[in-house]
């Protein structure tokens, strides 16, 4: 599934936080959506899986049915396991009641998170927690993943290893849309960047144009 946005603007209040802005995201492609904070990549999001409305421009029709959206600081009631959580995922996938077990434990081990099968979500790292948030999103088996920021305070080999997964993903053509400031990151596993600053975007591009155009 791919994405188009055309001219876009966001106003909140009496202040412009979109201005113009517009690019694609590729079918089966990893782009992420950078800049400093403020710069307007969650509102985009936003607008792109219609929790934002009021806009000007153009967004090409998402079907929620088809995306999975990974907001920041999702919350998960008290006590859940990881594999509770992953499990999740299968509600209202047809035909996934037999063999949702043996389906969730391969989806752990494709994220690494095999072993905390039967901790409390709440006692996990971040960066597992992050891989969990995975899991589910891949067992809702949709063509297009968003995500807003997944590793904001995370050491820099475990943020290299969720990238590594994420691209992993992507191979499996899936469409990801990583919203992120870990430009490192980006350059070395994204196939496309978009850069914004002040609600304008800046760069559309390849990591190795980016890596031009940002010196």
Known sequence: ??????????????????R???????????????G???????????AIVGEIT??????????????SYLPQNLEVPPFLS?????????????????????????????CGIYPL???????ISVGEQQRTWLAFALAQDRGLILMDEPLSSVDIESRRGFY????????????LLVVTHDIDMVMEFADKIIYLDGG???????????????R
């Open 82 to 110: 990881v594999l509770d959580v992953v499990r999740t995922g299968f509600y209202g996938r047809p035909g996934t009641k037999l063999g949702v077990l043996e389906s969730v434990d391969d989806l752990l081990y494709q």
């Open 117 to 123: 099968r039967e901790m409390t979500f709440a006692d």
């Open 54 to 67: 009021e806009y000007r421009g153009y967004i090409s029709e998402t079907i929620l049915g088809k995306l």
């Open 1 to 18: 599934m791919n994405i188009v946005l055309k001219e876009l603007f966001v106003d909140i209040g009496n202040v412009s936080i979109i």
């Open 164 to 175: 590594r997964l994420l691209k992993d993903v992507n191979q499996t053509d899936k469409t």
């Open 200 to 214: 304008i975007k800046k760069f559309e591009g390849a990591p190795n144009a980016f890596s031009q155009w940002y």
């Open 36 to 46: 400093p904070n403020g710069s307007g990549k969650t509102t985009i999001l936003k």
């Open 20 to 34: 113009d802005v517009s690019f694609d995201v590729p079918d089966k492609s990893f782009t992420c959506l950078v």
